[in-house]
């Protein structure tokens, strides 16, 4: 583990206050207006940031037939997304919040699916993105009931990572941190009949090789393998943002994953599946993903 100097943790040490300060302004303003006063924030003053320029390149990369007034548009709601998502992380997990339903429009098949989910008694594999918002999903599983986990890397400031865990622990979430001891956790809470929640669009050094719009990336391939060695069924879940609101659109679906007999070009295929699926999502809505991280490092 990296050494931590004393200037890095002062400088930690404050991140962390001000988280503690932010939490208690947005719970104090409530859901809609902490949303979009954190939206607006974001999106006014996260364009002139450095990450922005790595958003910039990336969508470039993956959609290399926009403007770059039209990329730039997808930067700034981009932004937008992720204030909203840092207010509603802290209004929707607070234990006094107990109206999310108001918020969340769930169609009958998903409603289906997710009744699946909850009466199945063995583990299962849920799949989504850094899409909308993301951390809505332990939320609604919690409120089914569903006992859960979810892998996780800690962040650097172990400070800020503190109040992270804290509030993801209300739900009763289990945390499995990446790396081989998270692997073990991972086979023993599927064994339990736990169900994990999977983010897989981020780059994994040690991942498999696969295209990410039409681009090499490397990629997991955890959902295809668990599933094709074990016969874990799959599900993909997404939150669609509705345009700039704390509102949204869930979707749950049935995932088929490829299995012809051979093991590891099934894991390939199913894991190209698995991205395509993303893909679809990202053209949607561009601007509800998260575009500033090294996703073709």
Known sequence: MKKITKITDYIYKIQAFLLRVLEKLFLFMGI???SFFAGTLLMIFGPFTPPSFLAMRNIKKAMPELTFFNRLKIVIGMWNNLGRNLAEFVCFNDSNFKNLSDFLNIDSKSLENLEKIKQNPHGELIVTAHFGNWEL?????????????AIYREMNNQYANKIVVEYREKNGMELIPKGQKGVIKLARSLRSGRKILMLVDQRLKN?????FFNIPSYTSDAVATFSLKHNYKVYVVVTFRRSFTCFFDIKIEEFEVINTGNLEEDIKNTTIKINKQIEEWIKTKPEQWFWVHNRWK
């Open 207 to 211: 991942g498999i090789v696969v295209p």
């Open 32 to 34: 809609k207006f902490s």
């Open 137 to 149: 999903f332990p939320r609604i599983f919690t409120n089914y009931n569903i006992q859960f986990s």
